[in-house]
């Protein structure tokens, strides 16, 4: 059977080995200690945070072929909320649960859906892939210098930035990878003891260093104590990356509280991640990174906007192509 390795253990990564398992014998590399990537939830106990991804929403068939499953199996459910707008700390609309499209969260938490993705697969985590050589065959070195060989394929589905840094330069679509810009952004994870009396649960911001304010708490399966995930614009992230990360957390601290009006400088738990690629800037022209002289290929939000479902379509649109070549 083809062997396929597969470096990263995202939505991407996850979705085409899903996708291929009935076709080659798959292996993925993750170079965190679990799966789900962008997609993910940190756990503070007793809180927990959707510190990545927050929802998403589909438009495509495959897509949403591919998650009725989850939703049959209450993996993935609806979150209705009652969401507002802000320009700058305007309040500038509201809106009834009844007028958003659906929006979709794992459950009990996003990396729900990556782990049930994972259940059956042969998954390497904690193992940061970072050599690829090609004599015959494909053969892949951890930077701890041990050696995974015998590889027909290689699937990268690292963002942008860091699948030019392991792929050749060589590979059919270097330049057009290479133009990949990504954006950053910080999430601010708040936990409380007490619930704070908000008129909405969610809530997007433009003109402000904020993006993003939600109760995390309020999705559905969530028994934990009341948390709030707020985060940063991205060009407030990209600004201040390598800035010290307690100043960071204080800025982001002080304008949540003065949006909402009450200071959550207060809650038990704050602390604050860093995602140096969270969001495209760019979008490339091509849609699929299929080398098929070299029998390596590249994947990601990056290919299709940068959103949970580009992340799958992106997937979904190459192992069409790969089983379209003979895979
Ligand atoms: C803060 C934030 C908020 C977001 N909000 C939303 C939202 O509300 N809705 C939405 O639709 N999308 C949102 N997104 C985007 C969404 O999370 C991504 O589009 C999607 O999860 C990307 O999946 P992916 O598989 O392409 O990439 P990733 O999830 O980044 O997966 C790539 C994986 O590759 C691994 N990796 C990288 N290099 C190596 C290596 N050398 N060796 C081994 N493993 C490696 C990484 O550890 C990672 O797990 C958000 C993203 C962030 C960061």
């Given at each position: 059977m083809t062997k396929i390795a597969i470096i990263g253990a995202g939505l991407s990564g996850l979705s085409a080995a899903h996708l291929l398992k009935q076709h080659a014998d798959i292996t993925i590399f993750e170079k965190a200690r679990g799966v789900g990537g962008r997609m993910s939830t940190r756990r503070a106990e007793p809180y927990f945070f959707d510190h990545g991804a927050q929802y998403f929403t589909v438009r495509a068939k495959p897509f949403q072929a591919f998650i009725q499953p989850l939703i049959d199996q209450h993996i993935i459910q609806t979150w209705q909320t009652r969401y507002v707008k802000f320009f700058g700390d305007q309040l500038i609309e509201s809106q009834n649960d009844d007028d958003q499209q659906s929006r979709y969260v794992g459950v009990p938490g996003m990396n729900s859906i990556a782990k049930h993705l994972a259940q059956d697969t042969a998954i390497h985590i904690n193992t940061r892939i970072a050599r690829l050589e090609q004599q015959d065959k494909w053969q892949l070195t951890d930077e701890q210098g041990n050696k995974y060989d015998n590889f027909d394929w290689v699937i990268c589905t690292a963002p942008a930035p860091q699948a030019v840094e392991l792929l050749?330069?060589?590979?059919?679509?270097y330049d057009e990878l290479k133009a990949v810009k990504m954006r950053a952004c910080f999430s601010l994870m708040l936990g409380f003891d007490t619930p704070l009396p908000l008129d909405f649960e969610s809530a997007h911001l433009t003109h402000?260093?904020?993006?993003w304010i939600a109760v995390n708490s309020h999705k559905p399966g969530r028994d934990e104590p009341y948390t709030l995930m707020v985060h940063s614009s991205a060009a407030y992230a990209d600004a201040h990356f390598y800035a010290d990360r307690d100043m960071v957390m204080d800025h982001l601290i002080s304008e949540t509280s003065r949006i909402l009006g009450h200071d959550v400088s207060l809650a038990q738990y704050k602390t604050v991640h860093g995602w140096l690629?969270?969001?495209?800037?760019t979008q490339p022209e091509s849609a699929v990174f299929l080398d098929t002289q070299q029998q390596l290929a590249a994947c990601g939000d990056w290919c299709l906007g940068g959103r949970v479902e580009g992340a799958f379509m992106a997937a979904f649109n190459l192992v069409t192509k790969l089983k379209a070549v003979g895979l």
């Open positions: 050749p330069k060589t590979f059919a679509y402000s260093d904020l993006s690629y969270a969001n495209n800037a």
